[in-house]
T-cell receptor
Framework: GQSLEQPSEVTAVEGAIVQINCTYQ??????LSWYQQHDGGAPTFLSY????GLEETGRFSSFLSRSDSYGYLLLQELQMKDSASYFC??????????FGQGTELSVKP | DAGVIQSPRHEVTEMGQEVTLRCKPI?????LFWYRQTMMRGLELLIY????????DSGMPEDRFSAKMPNASFSTLKIQPSEPRDSAVYFC????????FGQGTRLTVV
């Protein structure tokens, strides 16, 4: 089967840096991706890692270590609008995409 | 355009009634997912299709749930009969490297 673990909630202040970790178990791992979801909205894609290392997209970066079955999302220069839920998701070679339970990020002034 | 249109956006129905949720990938797509989201269970994968064929329906909770994808531009998720515990937001998504979600259908079964 597949399973993912991520913290349920994180709190940080504006301008800070926050890291959201994700560990996973899956067979036939293909890639790890991150999604953001605001209240009442749909999940939207942030970042994707298929290979080890860091991917940077503006203020957001994502890291993957396949040997450790571990990844993280790094959010820099936090803004109030970053308050949302963040999901890691694993894709296996069969095309299945499974999401973690989500991390609720609260950004305080 | 990789958009996905879901209908209806909101559905309130009485227990025992049949409910049909619809999904239309705007530009047609071969890989389509149905998810259900609740506070308790998070974002659960119900079923996914590839080339209009169901690949994995192990997440479909029970026989009351069924899904079809007759072509690359349309899919349905049907619940018959519906129960209050089916109340959730149902998302349809298409995927290449990344998944694009529709806005969801908020289903309330009373």
């Amino acid at each position: 089967g597949q399973s993912l673990e991520q913290p349920s909630e994180v709190t940080a202040v504006e301008g800070a840096i926050v890291q959201i970790n994700c560990t996973y178990q899956t067979s036939g791992f293909y890639g790890l991706s991150w999604y953001q979801q605001h209240d009442g909205g749909a999940p939207t894609f942030l970042s994707y890692n298929a290979l080890d290392g860091l991917e940077e997209t503006g203020r957001f970066s994502s890291f993957l270590s396949r040997s450790d079955s571990y990844g993280y999302l790094l959010l820099q220069e936090l803004q109030m609008k970053d308050s949302a839920s963040y999901f890691c998701a694993v894709q296996n070679q069969g095309g299945k995409l499974i999401f973690g339970q989500g991390t609720e990020l609260s950004v305080k002034p | 355009d990789a958009g996905v249109i879901q209908s209806p956006r909101h559905e309130v129905t009485e227990m025992g009634q049949e409910v049909t949720l619809r999904c239309k990938p705007i530009s047609g797509h071969n890989s389509l997912f149905w998810y259900r989201q609740t506070m308790m269970r998070g974002l659960e994968l119900l079923i996914y299709f590839n080339n209009n064929v169901p690949i994995d329906d192990s997440g479909m909770p029970e026989d009351r749930f069924s899904a079809k994808m007759p072509n690359a531009s349309f899919s349905t998720l049907k619940i018959q009969p519906s129960e209050p515990r089916d109340s959730a937001v149902y998302f349809c998504a298409i995927r290449d490297r990344e998944a694009f979600f529709g806005q969801g259908t908020r289903l309330t079964v009373v």
